[in-house]
């Protein structure tokens, strides 16, 4: 069974710092996914950004940045000029057969 | 466009009841998914449904069903509720079913069992 493990329970950061959220997972597919859903005060999931395994190079989506290490099964997230509305909270996720499995978040804080 | 909807936003039920959760997918989304997050947890896959048929089951017990209609909505079943399922309830929404496919997620249902 893959498992999604994330080491950080609670991070803060000083707006416009950057912050870098860790995660590893375990697997023995060679084809997958791999995510990182934000979870506001609000509980709306929301996508941050997406990374396919078979692809080397690190996903960017504006000020989110991850580093895709596949050997290392380790797949973290940089959040660049942190803003306030980064709070919240912040889920792995690795995505294969039709689900997705998460792991359990870590708690981000801005501090102005 | 609107996105996924779920009704209600919150339930109170005792234990040993019935509950139904409903869940409206973003038009042109065929695919419905179900999780369970329980407070301080990740959520946990519990159900998939692609095209009215159920394409994955988590590690639930047979107490937890699902449905898709065919108007791509869907409900969550779950039967002789136990303090244990006290939890949100997320309903998410996808255009296909594969792995990479983006899945939008609704704002919740929040059971609280008594």
């Known amino acids: 069974a893959q498992t999604v493990t994330q080491s950080q329970p609670e991070m803060s950061v000083q707006e416009a710092e950057t912050v870098t959220l860790s995660c590893t997972y375990d697997t023995s597919e060679s084809d997958y996914y791999l995510f990182w859903y934000k979870q506001p005060p609000s509980r709306q999931m929301i996508l941050v950004i997406r990374q396919e395994a078979y692809k080397q190079q690190n996903a960017t989506e504006n000020r989110f940045s991850v580093n895709f290490q596949k050997a290392a099964k380790s797949f973290s997230l940089k959040i660049s000029d942190s803003q306030l509305g980064d709070a919240a909270m912040y889920f792995c996720a690795y995505g294969a057969a039709r689900q997705l499995t998460f792991g359990s978040g870590t708690q981000l804080t801005v501090l102005p | 466009d609107a996105g996924v909807t779920q009704s209600p936003t919150h339930l109170i039920k005792t234990r040993g009841q019935h509950v139904t959760l409903r869940c409206s997918p973003i038009?042109?989304?065929?695919?419905v998914s179900w999780y369970q997050q329980v407070l301080g947890q990740g959520p946990q896959f519990i159900f998939q449904?692609?095209?009215?048929?159920e394409r994955g089951r988590g590690n639930f017990p047979d107490r937890f069903s699902a449905r898709q209609f065919p108007n791509y909505s869907s409900e969550l079943n779950v039967n002789a509720l136990l303090l244990g399922d006290s939890a949100l309830y997320l309903c998410?929404?996808?255009?296909?079913w594969g792995p990479g496919d983006e899945q939008y997620f609704g704002p919740g249902t929040r059971l609280t069992v008594t």
């Open positions: 998410a929404s996808s255009f296909q």
């Open positions: 038009s042109g989304h065929k695919s």
């Open positions: 449904y692609y095209e009215k048929e």
